[in-house]
């Protein structure tokens, strides 16, 4: 074992003895100060891919939430992964819900929050974006403000603000944190919440791409009238997914607690929903995998079932910052393993499985 991986396995026994918002928030000032894993941006010619117009040196991304407010940019881009997100962003800071709204499930690999979009604001954030590595490909998922009059609004002022400092953004309308923000996701208003965002970017001095991000919660219905809506609306790619509200199978005390459930529970739920959604879309809407992925075997399950790539989080939790370049590398190793020249040629590959 390396120097580094030791002291970051100390470093998470010490924080996991800690109140969790606590020591996510130290895990993040410790990345700013260099501590963290940074072997760069891990490729080879099976991982190098191109989704939604980026060029992607792996397909394995950080999901938003990690870093909220955009202050380990640096760092991050050099943590291995092929693509960072950060947020969400409201347009005016705001505080979220209130202590204690961050949950360990141990006993489950698992992860419950209540955080309600807790952020400095788009001006703020912004002006972080605005010093970020211009060799990393870095997105921003957007938020709404909880007490906004017109959420849908919210997410095209974002885009406006700190779009020319972005690679893409993310419409993130599946949080079950903000009130009735999930009631966006239905057809008539994600079709009108959309067009405003689609609107704000064609403003822009650079086109971004625009992902939309859903929750794992969905009704066949739902998801068929959200891949009509993507296809429509020029939607670039859509992420599935967020967290769920289910709490099926848990053995954790705190499985109880209010809020949206991630990591490994949520595996198998969210990669039916992707499986779903590839078969909706036909291949003609790039999707990214999120949900419970804690290995490379389960990031090439994410892939086969549709996925051009994936994001990780929660098993970063209990897996410490160095998974994600274990799971790049083998990764590497699974597509070389299959005969798959290329990553790109493996998605999709065992849909049917899922379905």
């Known amino acids: ?25 130290l895990a993040l000032k410790a990345l700013e100060m260099g501590l963290g894993n940074a072997p760069g ?40 992964f092929g693509f960072v997100e950060v947020g969400a962003a409201t347009p005016r800071p705001q505080p979220g819900n209130p202590r204690p709204r961050l949950f360990r499930l141990t006993e489950d690999k698992a992860a419950i929050n209540r955080f309600g979009f807790n952020n400095d604001g788009m001006a703020t954030i912004n002006t972080r974006l605005a010093q970020r590595p211009k060799d990393a490909v870095i997105g921003l998922n957007l938020g709404a403000n909880k007490d906004s009059e017109n959420r849908a609004e919210d997410f095209a002022r974002v885009l406006a603000h700190c779009g020319e400092h972005l690679d893409f953004a993310t419409v993130n309308v599946s949080s079950p944190n903000t009130e ?39 009704t066949e219905t739902e ?27 848990l053995l954790s005390a705190h ?23 590839s078969k909706l879309t036909d291949g003609n809407i790039p999707l990214i995998g999120v949900g419970g992925i804690g290995s490379a075997e389960q990031a090439y399950a994410k892939i086969c079932a ?26 590497d190793k699974l597509l070389q393993k299959d005969g798959f020249d290329n990553v790109s040629e493996a998605v999709g590959s065992k849909r049917e499985d899922w379905l």
């Open 306 to 331: 549709g996925a051009g790539a994936v994001q990780l989080y929660t098993a970063l939790v209990y897996g410490g910052f160095s998974l994600a370049e274990t799971i790049i590398r083998d990764l």
């Open 255 to 277: 499985k109880d607690q209010t809020g949206g459930l991630s990591g490994a529970p949520l595996f198998e739920k969210s990669t039916r929903v992707l499986a779903q959604l």
């Open 223 to 249: 998801l068929a009238e959200i891949a009509e809506v993507a296809a429509e609306s020029g939607l670039d790619a859509i992420i599935a997914s967020n967290t769920t509200l289910s709490r099926e199978g």
């Open 180 to 218: 009735k923000l999930r009631d966006l996701q239905g057809k008539a208003a994600l079709s009108a919440l959309l067009a405003g965002v689609m609107e704000a970017r064609e403003d822009l001095d650079r086109k971004i791409p625009v992902f939309l991000k859903i929750a794992p919660d969905l």
């Open 41 to 80: 941006a891990i490729t080879s010619s099976r991982l190098k891919t191109t989704l939604a117009g980026l060029d992607l040196p792996n397909p394995v991304g950080l999901a938003a939430g990690f870093d909220k407010n955009a202050t380990a940019l640096a760092a991050l881009s050099k943590s291995g």
């Open 1 to 25: 074992m390396s120097l580094k991986r030791g002291l970051e396995t100390v470093g998470m026994n010490v924080l996991r003895n800690m109140d969790p918002e606590k020591s996510h928030g």
